[in-house]
């Protein structure tokens, strides 16, 4: 198969099927036309007796990816077209669950900035590699929208309440803090990733993996847990507001800054489906509640005036729906309620 895509670049190299994000410029944001390149590659490749594992990776020094491509759906929306952010979501969603029940193993390496579709890419794969330069975040609440690519599966699963820590905030964790949370697995050092890739293609065994990895160091997040957990643990995004101290401890004043910059609309959608999909740890589970928000977001939600604050105008003021974090529960209700025929799925979990 040749590549359709100038932004990726997809080869078979020994008995590895490699895929590169070749868009350095834009840190390797997706596009529709990239999302469907590298599905059809992993499609062939998945029942290729050639092909015994697949390597993920990116061009340039600042980011792995750094989320989806925005502008254009933006651009549609405005003009009051929203079939173009909804068939790049579907499309995104279809490629995530695919990486995530892939049938080879699949290695991604995650250097730099790893946030939104980058995660989608990156951590539902079988073999998850960070570095010290990696920061992964998931910071969709500060435009409007949900964490979604099937992260809330992720976070669903993070232990304790760190995933609702780190979806209604958006921090960004280092490599000790991602494979804490459950979103990678091994540090290996970038010099060491040429070694680590030829060794991946030569044997299409990835027993080289664990002979390369460093000792994980106790992230920030792991000594945050004890303040998180009693926090995060209340029931409704009010909840979480009324609960700190007169004084907040580093963690969750760090928590409540970072909160005060997002949508309080999905700060509480974010809180519900999360909490959905922890009783149902699937990714079809996961990526079907997501899309209920995508869905909806531009004609319901924030996201039109996220992107526009911050992408736009880049007057970093946004105006909200919502003024406080008390979100009326028919409000949230209408932004997560099934979407019959225009669901992700057919027969969608409920």
Known sequence: MTDTDPHIIARI????GRITLNRPAALNALSQDMVLDIAAHLTDWQTDPAVDLIIIDAVGAKAFCAGGDIAEMYAAAKAGDHDVANEFWRTEYRLNAL???YAKPVVTLMHGFVMGGGVGIGCHASHRIVDDTTRMALPECSIGLVPDVGSTLLLACAPGRLGEYLGLTGDRMDAADAIGAGFADHMVPQAAWPRLIAALCDTGSTAAIAEMALPVPVGRLAAWRGDIDRIFAARSLAGIARRPDAVPSTPIATALELMERN???????TLAIIRTVRDDPQITTALSHEFRFTYRSMAQADFLEG?????IDRDRNPQWRHTTWDVPADDIAALTAPLGPAALYPEEPA
């Open 307 to 311: 992107i526009r604050a911050a992408l």
């Open 13 to 16: 190299t020994g008995r590895a």
């Open 263 to 269: 949508a309080p609309l999905s700060m509480a959608c």
């Open 99 to 101: 990486i995530a029940g």
